[in-house]
């Protein structure tokens, strides 16, 4: 497939509709001979956004494994990391977390040789193991919907790996060197179900394949100082300048290689310096071009949520995608996902309906109070479980006095007399009566999201439009 600029982005017209309603111009001094400009700027531009996933996925592995030994929500390389309570206000390794599940996850290099990852009987509880390439793809997923809950053992093998796999294991290979498995449990939050999950997450078992039946403990972390631990990763990436980005990007595809598919992609890219496998040489860019691809690359990303040529579907100010967990060469699709939703499952196993504004003109503020009703028998139609979580305009959790981060079957929600829920969204309580449905939010702009997991195929059924979500309303 042939990467064209619609492809990647809109014209000048919408990007200076963009510059015109957020207050801002794309860019300093002359905008136009950039947008519509020369070909190695678009080029440039293009390059961004293709590499936006794996260079993100990079700052992420870094910041998430740097540390001597597990601590929170970070931990080594190739050291399972077990969280062992709900994310809160102050978690900042990836945007839009969710507080619905136990986190399970964990980094690690499969370029050398293949890692080995023991999964215990997880009875019927719910959970997903998601493996995410470097390049963002979930190129498996074991879990309650494709493997079922009995104990099983896997191999995941790297791009060059061919060698033979031990009885008892199922192989799954891995496009990259890079992996993150970012496996989710669902908990209720309770003291005894927290228990109950902390016992299964210590049952399991991720080493080398060298390792596998010796005891094994795996090495401390080397803590680099130089790596930023406070910013936010996708900040860290956007302040990347164009030669520093490309130095970067070149780098991660010699050994996490860009899929076969994006051949023709590659061969424009040459044009500008950027080949698989070789260094980047930042003099082949205009230097003019350090500051602006950036800006520019990610604004395209972001205008990609209005303008999505089909990849989005909106409906009563949601917007959502059945596009996610694999792109193929949709690369700017991608990228969108990664910027506001690094981490995104399958459609199969997750679909995460966004609402940004109730209305095309109006921002969600905490100066104003919202509902969100579910008739009876109309709550999302899922076989795994679905949420309501609350964000900042950042994509991360707010603080507030109940701690409460989303509304859920798991909150315990009071259904009216007539099986409906009414859920209140504002900043202040409703009052104590129907506090049990209150979904606290900042005193300015936010953002909500509604989680379906493993959402029904059949109908009623988000994936096929024969459920609709309800809009939020102001009161």
């Given at each position: 497939?042939?990467?064209?600029?619609?492809?990647?982005?809109?014209?000048?017209?919408?990007?200076?509709?963009?510059?015109?309603?957020?207050?801002?111009?794309?860019?300093?001094?002359?905008?136009?001979?950039?947008?519509?400009?020369?070909?190695?700027?678009?080029?440039?531009?293009?390059?961004?956004?293709?590499?936006?996933?794996?260079?993100?996925?990079?700052?992420?592995?870094?910041?998430?494994?740097?540390?001597?030994?597990?601590?929170?929500?970070?931990?080594?390389?190739?050291?399972?990391?077990?969280?062992?309570?709900?994310?809160?206000?102050?978690?900042?390794?990836?945007?839009?977390?969710?507080?619905?599940?136990?986190?399970?996850?964990?980094?690690?290099?499969?370029?050398?040789?293949?890692?080995?990852?023991?999964?215990?009987?997880?009875?019927?509880?719910?959970?997903?193991?998601?493996?995410?390439?470097?390049?963002?793809?979930?190129?498996?997923?074991?879990?309650?919907?494709?493997?079922?809950?009995?104990?099983?053992?896997?191999?995941?093998?790297?791009?060059?790996?061919?060698?033979?796999?031990?009885?008892?294991?199922?192989?799954?290979?891995?496009?990259?060197?890079?992996?993150?498995?970012?496996?989710?449990?669902?908990?209720?939050?309770?003291?005894?179900?927290?228990?109950?999950?902390?016992?299964?997450?210590?049952?399991?078992?991720?080493?080398?394949?060298s390792t596998w039946g010796k005891d094994y403990t795996p090495p401390a972390g080397k803590v680099d100082p130089s790596i930023d631990m406070k910013t936010p990763t996708r900040d860290q990436v956007n302040a990347l300048s164009t030669s520093e980005y490309f130095t970067l990007l070149a780098d991660l595809m010699k050994r996490n290689p860009p899929a076969a598919a994006d051949a023709p992609a590659l061969e424009r890219f040459a044009r500008?310096?950027?080949?698989?496998?070789?260094?980047?040489?930042?003099?082949?860019?205009?230097?003019?071009?350090?500051?602006?691809?950036?800006?520019?690359?990610?604004?395209?990303?972001?205008?990609?949520?209005?303008?999505?040529?089909?990849?989005?579907?909106?409906?009563?100010?949601?917007?959502?995608?059945?596009?996610?967990?694999?792109?193929?060469?949709?690369?700017?699709?991608?990228?969108?996902?990664?910027?506001?939703?690094?981490?995104?499952?399958?459609?199969?196993?997750?679909?995460?309906?966004?609402?940004?504004?109730?209305?095309?003109?109006?921002?969600?503020?905490?100066?104003?109070?919202?509902?969100?009703?579910?008739?009876?028998?109309?709550?999302?139609?899922?076989?795994?479980?679905?949420?309501?979580?609350?964000?900042?305009?950042?994509?991360?959790?707010?603080?507030?006095?109940?701690?409460?981060?989303?509304?859920?079957?798991?909150?315990?929600?009071?259904?009216?007399?007539?099986?409906?829920?009414?859920?209140?969204?504002?900043?202040?309580?409703?009052?104590?009566?129907?506090?049990?449905?209150?979904?606290?939010?900042?005193?300015?702009?936010?953002?909500?999201?509604?989680?379906?997991?493993?959402?029904?195929?059949?109908?009623?059924?988000?994936?096929?439009?024969?459920?609709?979500?309800?809009?939020?309303?102001?009161?």
């Amino acid at each position: 497939m042939t990467i064209t600029r619609r492809a990647f982005g809109l014209g000048t017209a919408s990007l200076l509709a963009l510059a015109a309603a957020t207050g801002r111009g794309l860019a300093e001094g002359p905008v136009l001979d950039f947008v519509e400009g020369t070909e190695e700027f678009g080029t440039a531009v293009d390059a961004y956004i293709y590499g936006y996933p794996l260079v993100t996925m990079e700052l992420t592995r870094r910041i998430i494994t740097n540390v001597a030994e597990p601590v929170g929500t970070r931990g080594p390389m190739g050291t399972i990391i077990k969280l062992r309570e709900y994310p809160d206000a102050s978690f900042r390794d990836i945007t839009a977390p969710n507080a619905d599940t136990l986190y399970t996850t964990a980094f690690f290099d499969v370029g050398d040789e293949p890692w080995v990852l023991d999964q215990p009987d997880m009875g019927d509880r719910y959970f997903l193991l998601p493996l995410l390439s470097g390049w963002t793809d979930v190129f498996e997923v074991p879990g309650s919907r494709t493997t079922g809950g009995a104990a099983k053992t896997f191999l995941i093998t790297g791009p060059g790996w061919s060698g033979s796999v031990p009885d008892g294991m199922v192989e799954l290979k891995s496009p990259t060197a890079m992996v993150w498995l970012l496996g989710r449990i669902y908990c209720t939050g309770t003291p005894e179900d927290y228990a109950a999950v902390h016992k299964l997450q210590d049952a399991f078992k991720l080493q080398p394949l060298s390792t596998w039946g010796k005891d094994y403990t795996p090495p401390a972390g080397k803590v680099d100082p130089s790596i930023d631990m406070k910013t936010p990763t996708r900040d860290q990436v956007n302040a990347l300048s164009t030669s520093e980005y490309f130095t970067l990007l070149a780098d991660l595809m010699k050994r996490n290689p860009p899929a076969a598919a994006d051949a023709p992609a590659l061969e424009r890219f040459a044009r500008i310096g950027l080949v698989p496998g070789k260094d980047f040489d930042a003099k082949v860019l205009d230097e003019r071009f350090d500051k602006r691809v950036p800006a520019l690359g990610y604004d395209r990303i972001m205008l990609h949520f209005i303008d999505s040529d089909g990849d989005m579907t909106r409906e009563n100010g949601w917007s959502f995608t059945i596009k996610a967990g694999t792109y193929g060469t949709n690369y700017i699709q991608r990228a969108l996902i990664t910027a506001i939703g690094l981490g995104a499952n399958r459609p199969q196993d997750a679909i995460y309906p966004t609402s940004l504004k109730p209305d095309l003109v109006q921002d969600y503020s905490g100066e104003h109070k919202y509902t969100m009703v579910f008739p009876k028998g109309q709550t999302p139609p899922v076989k795994g479980f679905w949420s309501l979580t609350m964000y900042d305009e950042q994509m991360f959790f707010v603080a507030n006095p109940i701690n409460r981060y989303s509304m859920s079957v798991r909150t315990n929600p009071t259904y009216g007399e007539d099986g409906s829920l009414t859920i209140y969204i504002q900043n202040e309580s409703p009052g104590a009566d129907k506090e049990a449905n209150w979904l606290p939010a900042p005193q300015g702009k936010f953002h909500l999201m509604l989680r379906m997991y493993w959402p029904d195929e059949s109908p009623p059924s988000i994936i096929d439009g024969s459920w609709k979500i309800p809009p939020v309303k102001k009161v």
